[in-house]
């Protein structure tokens, strides 16, 4: 169990047998009265935002989490197939789950699946990853506008901005927390 003086940005806690992600946290003092922590928390399932206030020194439950090597080998139609990368089980999860992270999906790609109770309910993409651009529209010569970027279609499927200067068959780093471009990888 957690009490609130544990609480800091990050902390997973169990309320109403949901995991909860502390988004931001507060401890407030008033001159009158008791001590209480009011706080965001993301739930980890669903994805909603809830706004809770806690009495200090309250006591919340430690949700049973667990983080789980895989290793993405496929794509069903709308289902994504994982290999453990300790016991090589293969692992099936629904194209709801994963959200937006199957833009950045690439087959033979390490990952991390965070489990409740058992069951897969989110992952962990890499931060960065490098992929090709498959389709853009090529760099007009003279075109140096700073900071002018075109959409681009990368090897993974989905659509990105890039610089001008970048064509098409070009390796770059994409960060998979936001969706953009980061550098040209040279190589």
């Known amino acids: 169990m957690y009490s609130t003086t544990d609480f800091k940005k990050g902390l997973k806690i169990e309320i109403n047998n949901e995991p909860f992600n ?14 209480f922590v009011r706080t965001r928390l993301k739930s ?12 200090s020194g309250e006591k919340v439950d430690k949700p049973d989490l667990e983080n789980k090597k895989v290793q993405f ?15 090589f089980e293969q692992l099936e999860i629904n194209s709801e789950k994963l959200g937006d992270a199957t833009m950045y999906m690439m087959e033979q790609m390490e990952t991390e699946v965070l489990y409740y109770k058992g069951e897969p309910i989110d992952i962990e993409l890499p931060t960065f990853i490098e992929v090709n651009v498959v389709q853009t529209d090529p760099g007009l010569k003279g075109d140096t506008v700073s900071g002018a970027t075109k959409p681009a279609v990368i090897e ?23 969706g953009t471009y980061v550098e040209r990888v040279k190589g």
């Open 73 to 87: 080998l496929y794509e069903d139609g709308e289902i994504y197939h994982f290999m453990d990368m300790e016991t």
């Open 22 to 35: 502390i988004v931001e946290f507060q401890h407030v003092k008033p001159g009158k009265g008791n001590a």
């Open 156 to 178: 993974t499927g989905a659509t990105i901005q890039v610089p001008l200067f970048l064509n098409e068959n070009e390796r770059i780093k994409v960060d998979t927390r936001t």
């Open 44 to 55: 980890l399932i669903s994805g909603n935002v809830l706004e809770r206030t806690f009495k």
